[in-house]
């Protein structure tokens, strides 16, 4: 049976915009060819952290939420510690109200990108 998660990893600040998005389509054919199902993704940008990590003060912040088998995790998991370019990452099961959650959020920000739009096309 397949869970939902979601998980946020955070990239090296030195990386290139070219070698972030690699590190990302590198996660994402990870799921794909181990037969996940993405939900969703985000890419969050260039953020300040909280502490640093390794001497680095900011990085690329990436979200996936997606639908695997709970075996499946571990070895996910392995693959960003293995990646030299990812400083942190977490992965959550999300319960009902998470996913729940996620959907209104997304509708409300579909909704409000739609009214932008809207707004600026009428001026």
Not at 6 to 34: A, G, H, R, Y
Not at 58 to 66: D, I, N, P, T, W
Request: aromatic share 14%; glycine share 2%.
């Amino acid at each position: 049976m397949l869970k939902h998660y979601e998980t946020v990893f955070i990239m090296t600040p030195v990386l290139s915009d070219e070698q972030m998005k690699e590190t990302v389509e590198k996660f994402e054919k990870f799921l794909l060819d181990n037969k996940c199902e993405i939900v969703h993704q985000e890419n969050w940008g260039m953020r300040k952290l909280a502490y640093p990590i390794l001497k680095k003060s900011s990085g690329f912040y990436h979200l996936f939420e997606f639908k695997a088998e709970p075996t499946f995790v571990k070895e996910w998991e392995v693959n960003f510690k293995r990646d030299e370019r990812v400083l942190r990452f977490l992965t959550v099961a999300l319960d009902k109200y998470a996913i729940q959650f996620n959907e209104r959020r997304r509708e409300n920000k579909n909704n409000a990108s739609k009214e932008a739009t809207k707004s600026s096309s009428n001026e």
